[in-house]
C-alpha cells in the first residue's frame, strides 16, 4: 500500500505536513515548558523532556539560525565533534519542526499523533554516540523516525554509498517527514534511493537492509527489542532507551562474536515505543 493510501485508510487527513497547532496548543505547551523544573547544568544536560531555563529562547532572538543553535550546543559541550556539528548545521531542524512552534530552542517539539521531534540536545548526544558507525557506505537504522530529521542526518554522513533507513508507524508522519527531506540537503540521498522511510512496526526493524552498523531508537522500549539486536551487524551500536517511567538511554556494542554489551549513557525521558493504536488513542 503506497503512503498516501495508507494515510486514507487510516481515517487521519492525509495531509503532506505536520498538522499545524493551535493557538491554544502552543500555549499550552509553553506553559508546560516554563512550569518545569530547572535541571542540573552538563554533564547532566541530556534528558528528552522540556526545560525551564530553555524557555527563555521562545522570546529572545539569539537562536533565530540553525547555526547559532549547533554554536550553543558546543558552548554546552553536547556537540564535540566536527563531523557532528557539520552534519547538525547541514540539515536545517526548522524544516522538520511543525509550523507555529520556534525551531531553534533546545526543546522537543510535539509533531501530531502523539509524537514529537527530540530536543536538539538528545539529536547530538545520539550522532556523538553513532558516529563512528555512521561512516561512508555503512548502513543505519532509525526506529521511530518521526519528523525524518535525524534519519536524514544519517543519511549525509554515511553518504551514496551506504544506507539509512527510517521506520515510522504512522503513515502520516512518513508522508510527512518524507516532504520535510526533500526540501532538505538530503533530498539527493532520497530520490536515490539510499535514505528511505518505511510504513512498519518499528519493534520488528526493517530487514530487507540488514545488518546494521548503527540503529537509533526514538522511542522508549520496557526491555531491548530481540529483533533489533538481531538485525544490529557484529561491530555495530544500537542506542536505545529502555524503561518505563524511569528510563535509561543504553548504549549496546555487538562484538565480532556475537556478545553483547550494554551501558547507561544517561537518564532519559522519551515517548514509549508502542502499537499504533496504542500511541494514537489519546488524539
Avoid at 493551535?22 to 512550569?35: E, N
Avoid at 522511542?219 to 544490529?232: F, V
Wanted: hydrophobic share 40%.
Amino acid at each position: 500500500m503506497s503512503v498516501a493510501a495508507a494515510a486514507s485508510a487510516s481515517g487521519y487527513p492525509s495531509s503532506s505536513r505536520f498538522l499545524s497547532p493551535s493557538t491554544a496548543a502552543r500555549r499550552r505547551f509553553l506553559h508546560h515548558l516554563l512550569a518545569a523544573p530547572a535541571p542540573p547544568r552538563p554533564p547532566q544536560l541530556r534528558r528528552c523532556s522540556p526545560y525551564h531555563w530553555m524557555a527563555q529562547f521562545w522570546t529572545e532572538g539569539s537562536l533565530e539560525k540553525n547555526n547559532a543553535l549547533v554554536e550553543y550546543l558546543k558552548q554546552y559541550g553536547v556537540v564535540r565533534t566536527d563531523k557532528v556539528a557539520e552534519v547538525m548545521e547541514t540539515i536545517d531542524r526548522a524544516l522538520f519542526v511543525p509550523e507555529g512552534f520556534t525551531p531553534y530552542i533546545d526543546s522537543p517539539m510535539p509533531i501530531g499523533y502523539n509524537a514529537t521531534i527530540s530536543a536538539p540536545h538528545m539529536h547530538a548526544t545520539c550522532l556523538e554516540l553513532l558516529k563512528d558507525h555512521l561512516q561512508p557506505g555503512m548502513h543505519a537504522l532509525d526506529v521511530g523516525s518521526g519528523s525524518g530529521y535525524l534519519t536524514a542526518c544519517f543519511a549525509m554522513m554515511v553518504g551514496p554509498e551506504g544506507r539509512a533507513v527510517g521506520i515510522e508507524h504512522i503513515p502520516e508522519l512518513v508522508a510527512a517527514s518524507t516532504e520535510n527531506v526533500e526540501r532538505s540537503a538530503a533530498a539527493k540521498l532520497l530520490k536515490d534511493g539510499s535514505l528511505s522511510f518505511h510504513v512498519s512496526d518499528g519493534r520488528l526493524g526493517w530487514p530487507d537492509a540488514a545488518p546494521y552498523d548503527a540503529i537509533h531508537v526514538g522511542a522508549a522500549a520496557p526491555e531491548i527489542p530481540r529483533p533489533l539486536l538481531e538485525q544490529l551487524k557484529p561491530g555495530g551500536r544500537m542506542v536505545i532507551p529502555v524503561g518505563t517511567y524511569s528510563q535509561d538511554l543504553q548504549v549496546i556494542d555487538k562484538s565480532a562474536n556475537g556478545s553483547t554489551s550494554v551501558r547507561n549513557d544517561a537518564s532519559v525521558r522519551y515517548v514509549p515505543l508502542t502499537s499504533r493504536s496504542a500511541q494514537l488513542q489519546d488524539n
